[in-house]
């Protein structure tokens, strides 16, 4: 490739770390806090701490292998290199995590738009329209560059995390009640009611997979992109767990639970205009969060084709911006083509997903289905950790993940058997394993062997 047909490298370990900090944070933290505080009850920090062991754990995974092969095509390319007879293993992989990143774009911007009728007492016919318009503006950004991308992407991240720093601030400095921390959930076993929160919870770390996307844009992608996701965690997880720690001392556990908007709904009880001051910022989360996955899954896209397991059309670079412009339009359509699936398919069809007593949205099933499709792919990641350090030990690491028995890493082995716990435990639903086989049929199509 000439210069021209090259992504231009201009990312350094501060905007790597924030932009993965953006897509961890999330507006997981907003929802998630409240349904593990049901499980923990006033423990819940137990389940955040034990959480973030488990993101740790897949992270230095991560980290490692993107210090070995810093591509965009990241977690396809980690798979291929460990199972290098399963091809097909790897790029389900691959898929996966590009789902992760459509579906999450998807799931996010209709969550912006709800958040945004609410605010401005708007009518909920607007929130197909409104998401779809953040999608278009946020492909737009995506395009234009990787700077304007990373200087908004800071901005936003700032004003997300701030929201928790104040939830923090309130919590400490005017509690409304005294919390046992080791008081739990009377109805549960206290260490069951720890781990089923966690599991819960967990999901709330996921984004760091997607860092290492930005790998062929980066300075010293082997050195920077595995600091950037050690640091990224080790700041989300401090905030979550000062967040875990205050958020009880403003309101009960099993209020928590209760709520649609644990976060706001307890901030208020010591500060009432803060309700509405963390509804905005949740804005400010869902835009950060939209545009991080539409970032993550073009560049994964882009590295695909570029190893030719997708049409060499998605490897396409323009000349101006130095950007894959048409990953970049291919991933905002599926985006945009998902919105409108999972709004108007229900409606045109009268089609209900209901199982016993729970009734499934459409879009909240995509947004389940897009966690696990991280998930299973965090297993393989895992696993191919352990394989590459049998049959490539001598090749140049960068970082290393600690804790060995001589070749063996012991960490991705806990992690993967924590996560066939957290799979046991939350995924339940036939329906969502149903729908992620689906993603794969689909991703099928479009596979061509290299």
């Given at each position: 490739?000439?210069?021209?047909?090259?992504?231009?490298?201009?990312?350094?370990?501060?905007?790597?770390?924030l932009?993965?900090?953006?897509l961890i944070?999330?507006?997981?933290?907003?929802?998630?806090?409240g349904?593990a505080?049901?499980f923990?009850?006033?423990?819940v920090w137990l389940?955040?701490?034990f959480?973030t062991?488990?993101?740790?754990t897949?992270?230095?995974?991560?980290a490692?292998l993107s210090s070995?092969y810093?591509?965009?095509?990241?977690?396809?390319?980690y798979i291929?290199k460990?199972?290098p007879r399963?091809s097909?293993l790897?790029f389900?992989?691959g898929?996966?995590i590009f789902?992760?990143?459509?579906?999450g774009?998807a799931?996010a911007?209709?969550?912006?738009?709800?958040?945004?009728?609410?605010?401005?007492?708007?009518?909920?016919y607007?929130i197909?329209?409104i998401?779809?318009?953040?999608?278009?503006i946020?492909s737009f950004?995506n395009?234009?560059g990787?700077?304007?991308?990373?200087l908004m992407?800071?901005?936003?991240?700032f004003?997300e995390?701030?929201?928790?720093?104040?939830v923090v601030?309130?919590?400490?400095?005017?509690?409304?009640?005294?919390?046992?921390?080791l008081g739990?959930?009377?109805?549960?076993?206290?260490i069951i009611g720890?781990?089923?929160?966690?599991?819960?919870?967990?999901?709330?770390f996921?984004?760091f997979?997607?860092?290492p996307?930005l790998s062929?844009?980066?300075?010293e992608p082997?050195?920077?992109i595995?600091?950037?996701?050690?640091?990224a965690l080790?700041?989300?997880?401090?905030?979550?767990?000062?967040v875990?720690?205050?958020?009880v001392?403003?309101?009960?556990?099993d209020?928590l639970a209760e709520?649609r908007?644990p976060l706001?709904?307890?901030a208020?009880?010591?500060w009432?205009?803060a309700?509405?001051?963390?509804?905005?910022?949740?804005?400010f989360s869902?835009?950060?969060?939209v545009l991080?996955f539409l970032?993550?899954a073009?560049r994964?896209?882009y590295?695909?084709a570029s190893e030719?397991?997708l049409?060499?059309r998605l490897?396409?670079v323009d000349?101006w911006k130095?950007?894959p412009?048409?990953?970049?339009?291919?991933?905002?359509?599926i985006a945009?083509?998902?919105?409108?699936?999972?709004?108007?398919l229900?409606?045109?069809t009268?089609l209900?997903?209901?199982?016993g007593?729970v009734?499934?949205k459409?879009?909240d099933?995509?947004?389940k289905t897009s966690s696990l499709?991280?998930?299973?792919a965090f297993?393989?990641?895992?696993i191919?950790?352990i394989?590459?350090?049998?049959?490539?030990?001598?090749?140049?690491r960068y970082f290393?993940?600690?804790v060995?028995?001589?070749?063996?890493?012991l960490?991705p082995?806990?992690s993967?058997?924590?996560?066939?716990?957290?799979?046991a435990v939350s995924?339940t639903?036939?329906?969502?394993?149903?729908?992620?086989?689906?993603v794969v049929?689909i991703?099928l199509?479009?596979?061509r062997k290299?």
């Amino acid at each position: 490739m000439s210069e021209e047909e090259k992504l231009k490298r201009v990312l350094g370990l501060g905007y790597t770390t924030l932009f993965g900090v953006g897509l961890i944070l999330g507006a997981g933290i907003y929802v998630l806090i409240g349904r593990a505080a049901g499980f923990s009850g006033d423990a819940v920090w137990l389940s955040v701490l034990f959480s973030t062991f488990i993101a740790l754990t897949t992270g230095f995974s991560y980290a490692e292998l993107s210090s070995m092969y810093p591509t965009a095509a990241s977690t396809h390319t980690y798979i291929e290199k460990a199972f290098p007879r399963r091809s097909l293993l790897a790029f389900i992989a691959g898929w996966l995590i590009f789902f992760e990143g459509v579906a999450g774009a998807a799931t996010a911007s209709v969550g912006f738009a709800r958040y945004f009728t609410q605010l401005f007492s708007m009518s909920e016919y607007w929130i197909p329209f409104i998401a779809i318009a953040l999608v278009v503006i946020l492909s737009f950004v995506n395009w234009w560059g990787i700077e304007e991308s990373a200087l908004m992407t800071v901005i936003f991240t700032f004003v997300e995390a701030g929201g928790l720093a104040l939830v923090v601030f309130l919590g400490f400095m005017f509690p409304q009640r005294s919390p046992n921390y080791l008081g739990f959930n009377p109805t549960l076993d206290p260490i069951i009611g720890i781990l089923i929160g966690a599991a819960v919870f967990y999901f709330a770390f996921t984004g760091f997979e997607l860092q290492p996307t930005l790998s062929e844009e980066t300075r010293e992608p082997r050195k920077t992109i595995p600091r950037a996701i050690i640091l990224a965690l080790l700041v989300t997880s401090l905030l979550y767990l000062l967040v875990a720690l205050a958020v009880v001392r403003l309101l009960p556990w099993d209020m928590l639970a209760e709520s649609r908007a644990p976060l706001a709904d307890a901030a208020a009880t010591a500060w009432k205009p803060a309700y509405m001051v963390l509804m905005f910022i949740a804005l400010f989360s869902t835009t950060n969060t939209v545009l991080g996955f539409l970032v993550s899954a073009s560049r994964l896209a882009y590295g695909l084709a570029s190893e030719g397991i997708l049409s060499e059309r998605l490897a396409r670079v323009d000349k101006w911006k130095r950007t894959p412009y048409v990953s970049v339009l291919v991933s905002g359509l599926i985006a945009v083509l998902t919105i409108l699936v999972t709004v108007y398919l229900p409606e045109i069809t009268g089609l209900e997903v209901k199982f016993g007593e729970v009734e499934y949205k459409l879009i909240d099933m995509v947004g389940k289905t897009s966690s696990l499709a991280a998930i299973l792919a965090f297993i393989m990641v895992n696993i191919a950790v352990i394989i590459l350090r049998f049959t490539k030990p001598d090749y140049k690491r960068y970082f290393t993940i600690p804790v060995n028995i001589g070749r063996f890493p012991l960490l991705p082995a806990i992690s993967v058997a924590l996560i066939v716990f957290f799979l046991a435990v939350s995924f339940t639903d036939w329906i969502i394993w149903v729908s992620t086989a689906i993603v794969v049929l689909i991703g099928l199509i479009f596979y061509r062997k290299s």
